[in-house]
C-alpha cells in the first residue's frame, strides 16, 4: 500500500460546480499537511497548508480527519483556471511524501 | 526577487556521461532538496540539505551526489547517466523542515 493515495482522476467539472478531493495516508504519526496546484509541464506550487481545525482560502477549504487518515481539499465556484493537477503532501518528522495527484479539469 | 531558480531547463545526455543541475535560492532558506517527478508516480526525494554544510539522503539517492557550501547553492550531480535517469528533476527550498516549499521550474533531462 502506498503511504499517501489519491484518486488520479480526471474530475471533470462544469465551471461553476463544487468539487473535493480527498487523500489518504498510511502514516499515523503524520505531522504537517500541504495541498499543491501543478500546472501542465509547470513546478508544483503551494495551494494551502493543512490544520487540524480546518482551513480556508477564498473558494478552497481544506480539512484533515486524523481518525481517518485522510485529507481534503474542497473547491467551490470552480474556474476555468483551477483546471491543474492537485498534489496532496504528507510529512512527519523525517519524511515527506507526495501523492501522484488528481487531474482537475473544469469545462465551461 | 528570483525565488528558486535552475539551470539548464532542458539537457540530453549520452548513458554514461555526467553532468550537475543547478538550483540557487535567493530567499535566505535553510532547507533546500531536489525530486525528481516520473508519469504516474508523485516527485520523490533524491537528497535534501537543512543548512550549508548538512546534506542527507531521500528517498531515491543512487547515483546522485549533492553538496551545499552555501545557503544559497545546491547542486546535484549524475555521477553516470542511466537512462533510468530520463525525468524531470525540480529542486525545492523552504523556511523550515517541513514547510511549504518553493520549487524551481525544472530541469527535464533525457538520458540515451
Known amino acids: 500500500r502506498k503511504e499517501v493515495e489519491q484518486d488520479p482522476g480526471p474530475f471533470n467539472v462544469p465551471e461553476g460546480a463544487t468539487v473535493a478531493f480527498n487523500c489518504t495516508y498510511s502514516n499515523s504519526a503524520s505531522q504537517s499537511f500541504f495541498w499543491y496546484r501543478q500546472d501542465c509541464r509547470k513546478e508544483p506550487k503551494l495551494l494551502m497548508s493543512?490544520?487540524?481545525s480546518g482551513n480556508e482560502d477564498g473558494r478552497f477549504t481544506a480539512q484533515l480527519n486524523r481518525a481517518s487518515q485522510y485529507i481534503s481539499l474542497l473547491i467551490r465556484d470552480s474556474k476555468l483556471s483551477d483546471s491543474a493537477t492537485y498534489l496532496c503532501?504528507?510529512?512527519?518528522?523525517?519524511?515527506?511524501?507526495f501523492g501522484s495527484g488528481t487531474r482537475l479539469s473544469i469545462r465551461p | 526577487n528570483a525565488g528558486v531558480t535552475q539551470t539548464p531547463k532542458f539537457q540530453v545526455l549520452k548513458t554514461g556521461q555526467s553532468m550537475t543541475l543547478q538550483c540557487a535560492q535567493d530567499m535566505n532558506h535553510e532547507y533546500m532538496s531536489w525530486y525528481r517527478q516520473d508519469p504516474g508516480m508523485g516527485l520523490r526525494l533524491i537528497h535534501y540539505s537543512v543548512g550549508a554544510g548538512i546534506t542527507d539522503q531521500g528517498e531515491v539517492p543512487n547515483g546522485y551526489n549533492v553538496s551545499r557550501s552555501t545557503t544559497e547553492d545546491f547542486p546535484l550531480r549524475l555521477l553516470s547517466a542511466a537512462p533510468s535517469q530520463t525525468s524531470v528533476y525540480f529542486c525545492?527550498?523552504?523556511?523550515?523542515?517541513?514547510?511549504?516549499?518553493?520549487f524551481g521550474p525544472g530541469t527535464r533531462l533525457t538520458v540515451l
Open positions: 525545492a527550498s523552504s523556511s523550515t523542515f517541513p514547510g511549504g516549499q518553493f
Open positions: 493543512v490544520y487540524s
Open positions: 503532501v504528507v510529512s512527519s518528522a523525517s519524511k515527506i511524501i
